[in-house]
């Protein structure tokens, strides 16, 4: 492995996720709420030794197993010390320990006053010399850039966290399922014939998958129904996230305005999930027998989500993606210290309450910028008075109930077409002048001339090195 291999971004983005849980005294474990509540609450002045569990796991478990470690705080002696679990079976197994951990015994770090100033140091407990010590260094060399990377944040004001993740999903809980289908669904990184690029939009729509089938485990949790909800994806598009809900034993269907390739590959592997082509008017539009209205980069149909599930009585999952209003391409402005997204995503929330709705804002962990999803499953006002406020909301958008559906990419290739025809027809013969015409063809003329002396000049040359004179 070169140098390269152990920077500190590479090391971290093979993570997934990180499990920790606070052992109490008597051995047993503090719940994952409460253990992170207490950690955040403890400070560098504490007089405790805190022990923790720690599972690591990776995001490619196919080539790293999870591995498992003690890690335990000693805040009167200024260190910390990492202790994995080696199973019996594999203490001799070179190959165990994952890309991200050191093979070792045991490694730590500590915090020093000395004369010159803090210093931090880390020590190690190597098994044997078959080791790779040489790796060891350089994932211990990683830590220690990303510590003084840290200290750095800390001395400018402390490290403020741009994004959060997990706030209504637990992380191990999307994870596990992320995992589950990423390998049951990969293979159609092979089977893909669509245009889009299958290793983006594969492991997308499984991230955006994986999320929704959490959410709707936590929302049968919440309500004590159990039965598996039902669902409508509008704008459904390559149709790849209703195939892995329905293939996941979820009924619904995806709606579109035209009909992609892929569609037909679908039933090929055992599942026909349920793909319309509709050009649908969203103002005219409810499904009071479905449980969730799906709006993943639903475009044109972004702002109509809230409105249509709420029409439904139903709860809905929205990512906007590009920025439209409810009859043409949405017209605001960015705000000074604010993207133009990022007021967008401001609109489509207040859409959300404007229907009823608690809006919740996930962002989603998938190959996206576009990763900000909303989600309204807690009503706050009845349907009668949803829709009188979805009216006065839509008179005030000056809404004129001409919404038009967005054009397929078939129509859009043969708007452009018909209009380079067009402009060629309508573009007249260009008149040359006369005078201009002779400079040209004389201009040909010398060159042409000039090439055929060039060309005669050589053919003289090398016949003259060919002749041979006598003695």
Not at 278 to 298: K, M, R, S, Y
Not at 305 to 331: G, H, R, T
Not at 425 to 453: F, H, L, M, T, Y
Request: with cysteine; glycine share 6%.
């Amino acid at each position: 492995m070169t140098e390269k291999s152990f920077h500190p971004e590479n090391i971290h983005k093979r993570i997934a996720y990180v499990d920790m849980k606070e052992i109490k005294e008597d051995g047993s474990e503090y719940p994952p709420d409460e253990s992170h509540a207490r950690a955040t609450t403890r400070t560098p002045e504490c007089n405790q030794v805190v022990r923790y569990n720690r599972s690591i796991y990776s995001r490619v478990p196919e080539h790293d197993c999870v591995i498992n470690d003690l890690v335990v705080f000693d805040y009167p002696g200024k260190n910390l010390t990492y202790t994995p679990f080696i199973p019996e079976s594999e203490k001799n197994n070179d190959h165990y320990f994952p890309f991200t951990y050191p093979g070792i015994i045991r490694y730590g770090i500590w915090f020093e006053e000395t004369e010159t100033g803090p210093f931090i140091s880390m020590r190690a407990v190597y098994f044997t010399s078959r080791w790779n010590v040489q790796h060891v260094l350089n994932i211990m060399k990683a830590q220690i850039e990303v510590l003084q990377k840290w200290g750095k944040r800390e001395d400018e004001g402390g490290y403020d966290k741009r994004v959060y993740h997990d706030i209504i999903i637990p992380q191990t809980m999307y994870y596990n399922k992320y995992h589950e289908l990423k390998a049951k669904y990969r293979f159609w990184t092979k089977q893909w014939d669509e245009k889009t690029d299958p290793s983006k939009y594969v492991f997308e729509e499984t991230g955006i998958a994986a999320f929704l089938i959490c959410l709707f485990d936590l929302e049968s949790e919440r309500t004590q129904d159990h039965r598996k909800p039902t669902f409508v994806d509008m704008g459904c598009g390559n149709g790849f996230l209703t195939y892995i809900l329905t293939s996941e034993g979820y009924k619904g269907k995806g709606v579109d305005v035209a009909e992609r390739s892929i569609w037909k590959e679908y039933q090929k592997f055992g599942v026909e999930p349920q793909l319309q082509v509709e050009a649908v008017n969203p103002d005219q539009l409810e499904f009071p027998d479905t449980d969730w209205i799906l709006g993943n980069h639903a475009d044109e149909l972004t702002p109509w989500i809230p409105i249509i599930a709420a029409k439904s009585n139903a709860n809905y999952f929205v990512l906007p993606c590009c920025m439209f209003d409810f009859e043409k391409k949405w017209q605001g402005r960015k705000l000074p210290g604010r993207g133009r997204y990022d007021v967008y995503l401001e609109y489509i929330q207040h859409i959300g309450a404007t229907c009823g709705y608690q809006v919740e804002i996930e962002c989603l962990r998938i190959p996206s910028t576009k990763n900000y999803a909303h989600i309204g499953r807690t009503r706050t006002k009845d349907r009668d008075a949803s829709l009188m406020d979805i009216k006065a909301m839509l008179e005030k958008a000056g809404y004129q109930g001409t919404f038009v559906p967005r054009k397929t990419d078939r129509e859009m290739h043969l708007i452009r077409r018909q209009k380079e025809e067009t402009k060629k027809a309508k573009k007249p013969p260009k008149e040359r002048d006369p005078v201009i015409e002779a400079k040209i063809r004389e201009a040909r003329e010398k060159k042409r001339k000039a090439k055929e002396d060039l060309e005669a000049s050589k053919i003289r040359g090398k016949e003259s090195k060919e002749e041979v004179v006598p003695s």
